[in-house]
Structure formats: C-alpha cells, structure tokens
C-alpha cells in the first residue's frame, strides 16, 4: 500500500533541540593547527552558530511540495519521493543515497529531471524521479530486527519500483547507493535499462599494484588513506553502531561534528554548503536515525563483497555508466571496473566535486544521468 506522508516535527521537538544547543557542553580546542585530531572547535561552533538559525520549517514545505509517500515493502514502511515527468517518453529513475547523505542529496535535481526542457534540456531527457530513503534513514522505518542490508533493500526498492508501475527502470547511486545499485543489477538485470554510478565497487587485484602506472599509484595511496584513516568512520559503525548511536541521538554537537566531519572530508574543493549541511543534519536530528543508521555499516558488512575476488564472482552485465568526481576519497581505475562490469558504456572523469556530486555539482551530476541513459 501507498500512501501520501506529509512531514511536519512537532513544535515540541523544535524546542528542545533549542534548548540543547543554547546548552551545549564543548571541549578546550584541539592541540594542533590542522584536522588531524578531528574536526576543529572553530568549525564546530560556526555549524552549530548556524544551526541556531536554520529554519526547519521552510525545508518542511520544500519537502512536502515535492510529493512524498510511504510504502509497505517487506514489513518495513519506507520512505521516498516520487515525481512523474510530464513528458510521455519520460524513463524511470531510481536514485539511491548513501552515509552520510540522504534523499536531499537529489532534491535540487528533481526539477532538470523530470522537466528538462524548463532547465535546459530537450524531452527527450526527461525521467519519472523515485528516491527512497534507505531503511533506517530519514523518515523510513527503523528495522527492528536483523536481515536489512543490500540485499533485502535491493529486492524492496525492486517491489517499490513494480508497485509504481515501473517494470524496467535506470538506477543512480553513489557510496551506499552505488553498492545498492549493483546489488539490484546482480539479483534482478533484466528490470535494469541500465547502471549509472558515481562510486562503481571495484577493488584491485594484489598484481595491480605491481603493474600500476602513475595514474593509479596515486588512487591506491588515495584508497589507502581512506581505508586506514579517513574511514575510520566504517569501521566504528561496522562494529560498535549502538554505542555510537547513543551520542549521536542526544548531542546535537555531537551528531553535528560526527555529520559535519565527513561533509566536508569527502567533498571537493568547494565542498557542500553549508545551508544543505545543516538541512541533512537536522533531519538526521529530528528523524533520530543517528544510530539506525549506523546500524547500516553493521548489517551491509555481513553481505559485502569482501575483496576483488568476491566482487568479480558478482559481475554486473547490464549497461553501466560511470562518473568520477576529482574529490572522492574511494578512487577506482577504469581496468579493475572492467573485470566487474561487463558492459561500460561511458567512463567520464570530471573537473570538480567530490562524493557528494548532487550537492556539490548537480547540473554536471544531471547531465551525466541524461547522457548515461541516452546512451544505454
């Protein structure tokens, strides 16, 4: 069953997170003069300076114009967006968020999208627009029981998507979104039009090291310093999301620095604004999925490939398009993709943004959606 679902907080959460920000307990500055201790109490007390302000309610209307809705999908009520194009030859689109994003990544996109000829693009690139909420994340139900990773999620968006009216569909995802893409492309190719993907899930063989040109000495030192120090984060909610969790739903400081910190680590050079920073955080806030989704990190490490050898025993057939961002922390090289994915129909590599392309880069990040999917 779909239903309508009109979000509105109640005034009552609007003043306790005001009373907890005029309250918050901070430490002394950090020792150092970078972020190598963690994010520095300058930069703290600008975010939580601004969220003072933010205005919650006007999101609230952006929101609900958009047309929002819930479904039943596997005994789980999940969250999404869905905006059908005026446009008769209008393609669905499937767009999936990842940590520590949500479906506001896209929110600025939904327009080009559906209505391209109104943001400078023809009728032919117009899409049907659906964008869940992952389980546990934004106004998605909480699971309250095991077994909500990639898989179930992949089977789940697959029954939304048919219950939409949607047989065949495009699929976009980056971080989370991308790994729940290729899980779709794995179980179910043949509802797939095709893979657009700004993190394709690609590791490198032990041999491409040894044979790596310059180009990719670079990406693995990249990737090196994610996985050991940058990604510190995966490891923490992969193993201990609960304890986490605790903080992250009763500090506004401490979920606005544990957010923040990763806002601004994985973008580009101009970085997410700050306005969409503290949209993404309040709504963390006052959905109080600081800890289920963390619990994500638990459940996807127990059906996540581990290591190139069991991603390549998982290729990905249908047609894949892919964009990179120069400021994403997870850099892949276009000949480890290529023993996963089978048909690459477009490897595009852009000038700015970085994981986050949809707030950093959105024009660019719509323009590779439409040419992926004109090409596939």
Known sequence: MIETFPVHVPDADLHDLAERLDRVRLPEPETVPDTSQGVPLERLNTLLRAWREHDWRALEQRWNAIGHYRARLDGLDIAFWHVRSAE????????????????????????????????????????????????????????AGTGWGLARTARAWAELMAALGYEKFAAHGGDWGS????????????????????????????????????????????????????GTHSLVLGARPQTLGYALLDSPAGLAAWLGERLDEFSGEGGVPLAQQLDNIALYWFTRTGASSSRWY????RDTPRGPEQENALPVTVPTACSFFPGEPFPIARRWA???????????EMKEGGHFPGWEQPGVLVAEIREAFLVS
């Open 88 to 143: 008769p030859g209008a393609r669905p689109l499937l767009l999936t968020h990842g940590w520590p994003g949500s479906v506001l990544e896209f929110e600025n996109m939904i327009g080009p999208l559906t209505d391209p000829v109104a943001h400078g693009g023809s009728a032919a690139d117009a899409f049907h627009v659906v964008i869940p909420a992952l389980p546990g994340y934004g106004f998605s139900e909480r699971p």
């Open 179 to 230: 790994f729940v893409s290729i899980e779709l492309a794995t179980q179910l190719p043949e509802r797939l039009l095709g893979l657009h993907l700004t993190m394709p899930v690609a590791s490198p063989l032990p041999e491409d090291r040894e044979s790596a040109d310059e180009a990719e000495q670079l990406m693995l030192a990249k990737r090196d310093q994610f996985l050991f120090l940058n």
């Open 298 to 301: 638990w459940e996807t490490r």
């Open 338 to 348: 290529e023993r996963r994915f089978s048909n690459l129909t477009s490897w595009n």
